[in-house]
């Protein structure tokens, strides 16, 4: 029997996220592996050490060191196996600024932005704009301010999730996820937050959003963003799966993120996608455990 350590928990601000993914991953497959559960503090410099005789690592991290990259080139220095994207992948998803970048020189739209690092600095964004940490996930520490009282005071807030912030302008629309498992697009989701923006509450708290899936959107729009999302995530070089996040304006599509690492939760999206293609959380996860392989 396979032993998988299974990395939960952390230092970021999604720790309770991780709680959540790394718990139901470990009931999902403890019956078919042996399982070793790591609950991560600050320090991993001796990580190592309780993984001697692991076969795969499962992170079941979100945000922070377990994934902007850190952790991942730790594993590799130690070759060791792991799920997700590698150190370079993790890396680039991380900063929404680099992402945006690449995007631009892979001619898929982004919405115009702007990156500031301190109060005073003044911004070329018209109002109505999104606030957001860049190095963040989860949309926790996101704000819509409509003029420029709003902007002051929220930015004292945003600099308290990141020294680094993108502001965006405002576009109206709807909200696509389009979830990756291998090199294979999974149905595309629309999602209906209960709140006016797509914000922490909305993904994680019970009855926070609504989902279609499929989104109902045309199928040359499904072609469109299933490719623009592929591209994406392979141009930065991702790996065994992740949810590439759009707008849609009409007939004008956006990308806003790729996650590297989404969540694995009841009421995460990945894994309402690939039930839809009757791949049950259970065998999502050891789909992704054998893609790592």
């Known amino acids: 029997m396979k032993k998988v350590a299974v990395l939960f928990g952390g230092n970021s601000d999604e720790k309770e996220v991780s709680l959540h993914t790394g718990l139901a991953v470990i009931e999902a497959i403890k019956e078919d592996y042996e399982i070793i559960s790591i609950n991560m503090s600050d320090d991993y410099s001796n990580l190592n050490k309780r993984l001697i005789d692991i076969d795969i690592v499962f992170i079941a991290l979100h945000g922070g060191y377990g994934e902007d990259g850190r952790l991942q080139k730790y594993l590799d220095k130690h070759s060791i196996k ?17 992402t945006k970048i690449i995007a631009k020189k ?12 301190s109060q005073s600095e003044s911004i070329d964004i018209k109002f ?6 860049n190095d963040g996930g989860s949309t926790i520490g996101i704000y819509y301010v409509e003029n420029e009282n709003e902007f002051s005071s929220s930015l004292l807030s945003a600099f308290s999730y990141s020294d680094n912030l993108m502001i965006e302008r405002y576009v109206k629309g709807r909200e696509i996820s389009v979830p990756i498992l291998g090199d294979q697009v999974l149905p595309l989701i629309e999602i209906f937050p209960s709140g006016f923006i797509y914000d922490y509450n909305s993904k994680y708290k019970l009855n926070g959003s609504k989902y279609t899936i499929p989104a109902e959107i045309n199928d040359n729009l499904v072609r469109l963003m299933s490719d623009a999302a592929l591209l994406i995530y392979k141009a930065i070089d991702c790996r065994h799966y992740a949810r590439v996040d759009f707008l849609l304006e ?4 956006f990308l806003l993120e790729i996650n590297t690492l989404p969540g694995l939760t009841s009421t995460s999206l990945l894994p309402k996608s690939a039930n839809f293609v009757g791949l049950s959380y259970k065998e999502l996860i050891k789909k992704i455990i054998s893609l790592a392989k």
Request: a positive charge.
């Open 128 to 133: 109505p704009a999104i606030i957001k940490p």
């Open 82 to 98: 792991y799920t997700g994207s590698g150190f370079f992948a993790s890396r680039i998803a991380m900063d929404k600024n680099k």
């Open 250 to 253: 009409k007939d004008n599509f």
């Open 106 to 117: 892979n001619n898929i739209p982004v919405i115009e932005w702007q990156m500031i690092e």
